[in-house]
């Protein structure tokens, strides 16, 4: 692959452009939330304390055209990183977004040829911090 055609990477997933693949994604949803406990006061208004962040969540669309990879290949690759249930580094642009496990995969078949070949597919992925 020649250099600064990769965009970046989810452990054995990799994210790139080129004259010959197109593996990439649209929409990175990134979801931060803290934790909260409401606490009733007798005769006074409630009081809230932090009980700390909840793990981090990203979310990626993902299109696949057989014009820049077989489509049904990069569906396959998605699932087993589900199967292995493991730990991958999230990386984009060269920036560290940390380790996340692949929590949801959604994979949609949306054009197939008269002999059943996959032709256009897209995946929605959910990624879940690991920490």
């Avoid at 970046?8 to 406990?37: K, V």
């Avoid at 005769?43 to 932090?50: P, V």
Wanted: aromatic share 8%; charged share 25%; hydrophobic share 45%.
């Amino acid at each position: 692959m020649a250099k600064g055609d990769q965009i970046g990477a989810f452990g054995p997933i990799c994210f790139e452009t080129s004259m010959a693949h197109i593996r990439t994604f649209e929409d990175l949803r990134e979801e931060n939330r803290a934790r909260y406990a409401t606490h009733d006061v007798l005769n006074l208004e409630q009081k809230l304390q932090f009980l700390g962040l909840e793990l981090i969540k990203v979310g990626l669309a993902m299109k696949f055209h057989q014009a820049f990879c077989v489509p049904q290949d990069e569906l396959t690759r998605l699932r087993q990183v589900v199967r292995d249930h493991k730990a991958h580094t999230l990386m984009i642009g060269g920036l560290n977004l940390g380790e996340f496990v692949l929590e949801e995969l959604t994979g949609t078949w949306t054009r197939v040829a008269n002999d059943g070949v996959l032709l256009f597919a897209s995946a929605d992925v959910r990624l879940k911090e690991y920490r």
